[in-house]
């Protein structure tokens, strides 16, 4: 299963236990280190809050060490550049036109994914990638158990540092619309999947399996992919992206920006995403751009989550987003206000929702809540939440 997209987390029942002089602090950026380190505090110490969630996430570690490792040399599909070493994917919402003599061009359908995009196998092997780097790193800090370090390492090293199996560091062909276009700034989303990655080669540091050698590498390739995002023509385009495709855009340049070493880019790109906020919600909070969706609710969540996310990052950077308020007088709190009683089906919801929304969504956004505003409303609605969620590793750093 995929992880939980990340959010700055906050464990807020696991028991408070100081760290020693000595604890080293993991290198990450989507999550507390000083929380994880604590985590790991009370694993060692064989706390029984974490036995069992640890077991949890110990078991679906396992099964990942027999994991053949991914690539974007797996597809049978080439793209247009005749390299494939270059990332492709098929927009989801767009279809055959049955009216057409060959189909083309594809028509939109919002929310209905179309089922081809899967033979493109692009997508679905970065999101595999994604969920073993982000558990084995996890088992390997908490347990520090060398073969899962070994696993994730092998993995990362081949979808990214392996000649003859890494990914080209641009996104070119992503979401490409048959019939119209080989690839759009779209496409970049697909990537935020490199956010979660980032944070496992960070928890990595220090094992015998990720040398410095290769974390650098890593590093060099993140810096080439965001220069990418900045100067193309797809970047520029997803950059000025209105919805939630331009606060994801945000979370991806300020994480990379921090994860190559670049804190004053990142303070430049939080700083300007504040822009971004004062364009997207209204006075009493509400995304319009999202509304318009035919998932309107799942879509409102997902931007909100970028933007808790993306407050999580800029407060690394130097740029507070938690308590901005725009020309309006909103702000992230007004939005989760506004949005929380319709998360929870306190509220009917009476805008479109073609598909099954899934409230556990709201986790990351409800337990970040209450730390940062000291919120006991939002902690109660956090450990609702966590009773009911099936990642093993979200249940760990958000559970008893």
Not at 24 to 32: G, I, K, N, R
Not at 162 to 185: E, V
Not at 323 to 331: D, I, L, P, R
Request: a neutral charge; one cysteine or more.
């Amino acid at each position: 299963m995929r992880p939980l997209l990340p959010v700055l987390l906050v464990v807020f029942t696991l028991p408070v236990i100081a760290l020693t002089a000595s604890a080293q602090l993991p290198e990450v950026f989507l999550v507390d280190a000083q929380h994880l380190a604590r985590v790991k505090q009370s694993v060692q110490a064989k706390d029984k809050g974490v036995e069992q969630p640890l077991l949890n996430l110990l078991q679906e570690a396992d099964k990942l060490l027999e994991m053949k490792p991914v690539s974007v040399m797996d597809k049978g599909l080439t793209p247009v550049s005749g390299n494939k070493h270059d990332y492709m994917s098929q927009a989801p919402y767009f279809w055959y036109d049955s009216s057409k003599p060959n189909g083309l061009p594809y028509l939109r359908r919002d929310g209905e994914r179309n089922p081809e995009i899967y033979k493109i196998t692009d997508r679905s092997n970065l999101g595999k990638l994604e969920n073993a780097a982000h558990l084995l790193s996890l088992a390997w800090y908490f347990t520090g158990k060398e073969q899962y370090a070994d696993k994730a390492a092998s993995l990362l090293r081949c979808w990214f540092l392996d000649g003859t199996t890494r990914m080209n560091p641009h996104l070119n062909y992503g979401q490409a619309i048959p019939g119209i276009n080989d690839g759009r700034g779209i496409g970049i989303i697909e990537t935020i999947a490199l956010t979660n990655i980032a944070d496992a080669a960070g928890l990595l540091k220090g094992s015998k399996a990720w040398p410095l050698q290769d974390h650098q590498a890593l590093q060099q390739w993140y810096k080439e992919y965001l220069q990418w995002m900045l100067t193309s023509k797809n970047g520029k385009e997803e950059h000025a992206a209105k919805n939630n495709h331009g606060t994801w855009y945000y979370v991806q340049v300020v994480d990379f920006a921090l994860f190559c070493g670049d804190k004053a880019k990142a303070h430049e790109l939080a700083e300007e995403s504040k822009k971004r906020m004062d364009s997207q919600l209204t006075a009493e909070g509400q995304m319009p751009l999202e509304l318009e969706r035919t998932a309107a609710l799942g879509y409102s969540t997902f931007n909100l989550r970028a933007w808790f996310t993306l407050a999580g990052l800029a407060s690394q950077a130097g740029t507070d987003l938690w308590n901005y308020t725009t020309s309006k007088g909103a702000g992230l709190r007004t939005a989760l206000d506004w949005l929380t009683p319709y998360a929870f089906g306190e509220k009917a919801w009476t805008w479109q929702q073609i598909n099954r929304y899934n409230k556990e969504d709201m986790l990351p956004v409800v337990a970040q809540a209450g730390t940062i505003w000291k919120a006991p409303a939002y902690t109660a609605r956090a450990e609702q939440l966590v009773k009911t969620v099936k990642d093993p590793a979200a249940v760990l750093l958000y559970g008893r």
